[in-house]
Every structure is written in structure tokens, then in C-alpha cells.
T-cell receptor, first 111, second 113 residues
Framework: QKEVEQDPGPLSVPEGAIVSLNCTYS??????FMWYRQYSRKGPELLMY????GNKEDGRFTAQVDKSSKYISLFIRDSQPSDSATYLC???????????FGRGTSLIVHP | NAGVMQNPRHLVRRRGQEARLRCSPM?????VYWYRQLPEEGLKFMVY????????ESGMPKERFSAEFPKEGPSILRIQQVVRGDSAAYFC???????????FGPGTRLTVL
């Protein structure tokens, strides 16, 4: 079992839809959770960074962590074609600087 | 404020040649991380360096791969005697202190013929 599981998709939605992207993880010691966006042929860009359980909101993006079920989510409201990219979840333990990444979910937002 | 810079962006090598990938961290960042991304796979950690020190190289293959981050100049990831399996995108990231919150460069795409 991989430490971080993420459905590769692709996930195709119409413009304006609410998008839900998810990851599960196996290591209960993971404390820090991140979401990266990666456009084709580009480097990953940090979107959200959260610690432990709960929600964090930034504009159209909301990150949610449920440590009891080892489940992390990224919600995108009012999705735009420019949101089309691969979204990577990542997590790490307390005191570690090396994230473990999921393989990424490809999102396509069509006009 | 320039972001993380990597060069070359694309590198083609024949089997047996050497590949040198360079990374200049963001201004004010003294911690550098190298990752490899293969098609259909996630980012895999390779090595974590500070100036003149290798902090963690647990993800680095034991042979043919080496990394350095000298006092002056960029960080270098060196792959000797490349094989076709080394073909991948190599990303560098940096942070101001040791942190999981890292900023990535655009990557170097290595193709081994």
C-alpha cells in the first residue's frame, strides 16, 4: 500500500462547478498537509498548507483534513478553465522536511 | 523576486554520457531539495542540501548520482553514465529554512537516447 493514494483521473467538469479532489494516507504520524497545482510541463506550485485537522480557506480554494479517517480534500468553487492542471497532495510528519506526494489528479475544466 | 531557476530546461544525452542539472534557489533560500518525476508517477524525493552540506540523501540512488550545493553558485545534480531509465523530469525546490513548505523550479527534462 502506498503511503499517499490519489486517483489519477482525469476528472472533467464544466466551468462553474464545485470540484472535490481527494487523497487518503496510511501513516497516522502525518501532521502537515499540502496541495500543489502543476500545469503541464511546469513545476508544482504550492496552493494550500495546513497543519493537523480542520479546514483552511483561500479564495476559491478550501483544504480539509480529517485525521480520523486519514482523508484530505481540496475543494475548488466556481471552477475555471484556468484551473485545468494536475493537483498533487503531499504530507509529512512533525519535524520532517521531506513531503510524501500522491501521484496527482488531472483536472479538466471545460468551458 | 526571481523564483527558483533551473537549467537547462531540456537536456538530451546518449547512454553512458554525464548529465549535469543546475538549480539556483530563490533569493534568501539556503535549503535545496531535488525530486524526480516519472510519467504516471508522483514526485519522488532524492536529496536535501544546505550550503556545503548534504542533509538527507535517502532518496538518491547509491550509484551514478551525486549532488552538491557549494558556498557560491548553484546546486548541481550530477548523473554519471546515464541510462534510459534516468529519463525523467527533475525538479529542484528551495526554502528559507528546513521546511516542508517548498517552492519549486520549472524542472529539467532529461531524455536519454
Amino acid at each position: 500500500q502506498k503511503e499517499v493514494e490519489q486517483d489519477p483521473g482525469p476528472l472533467s467538469v464544466p466551468e462553474g462547478a464545485i470540484v472535490s479532489l481527494n487523497c487518503t494516507y496510511s501513516n497516522s504520524a502525518f501532521q502537515y498537509f499540502m496541495w500543489y497545482r502543476q500545469y503541464s510541463r511546469k513545476g508544482p506550485e504550492l496552493l494550500m498548507y495546513t497543519y493537523s485537522s480542520g479546514n483552511k480557506e483561500d479564495g476559491r480554494f478550501t483544504a480539509q483534513v480529517d485525521k480520523s479517517s486519514k482523508y484530505i480534500s481540496l475543494f475548488i468553487r466556481d471552477s475555471q478553465p484556468s484551473d485545468s492542471a494536475t493537483y498533487l497532495c503531499a504530507t509529512t510528519t512533525e519535524g520532517s522536511y521531506i513531503p510524501t506526494f500522491g501521484r496527482g489528479t488531472s483536472l479538466i475544466v471545460h468551458p | 523576486n526571481a523564483g527558483v531557476m533551473q537549467n537547462p530546461r531540456h537536456l538530451v544525452r546518449r547512454r553512458g554520457q554525464e548529465a549535469r542539472l543546475r538549480c539556483s534557489p530563490m533569493k534568501g533560500h539556503s535549503h535545496v531539495y531535488w525530486y524526480r518525476q516519472l510519467p504516471e508517477e508522483g514526485l519522488k524525493f532524492m536529496v536535501y542540501l544546505q550550503k556545503e552540506n548534504i542533509i538527507d540523501e535517502s532518496g538518491m540512488p547509491k550509484e551514478r548520482f551525486s549532488a552538491e550545493f557549494p558556498k557560491e553558485g548553484p546546486s548541481i545534480l550530477r548523473i554519471q553514465q546515464v541510462v534510459r531509465g534516468d529519463s525523467a523530469a527533475y525538479f529542484c525546490a528551495s526554502s528559507p529554512v528546513g521546511a516542508a513548505e517548498q517552492f519549486f523550479g520549472p524542472g529539467t527534462r532529461l531524455t536519454v537516447l
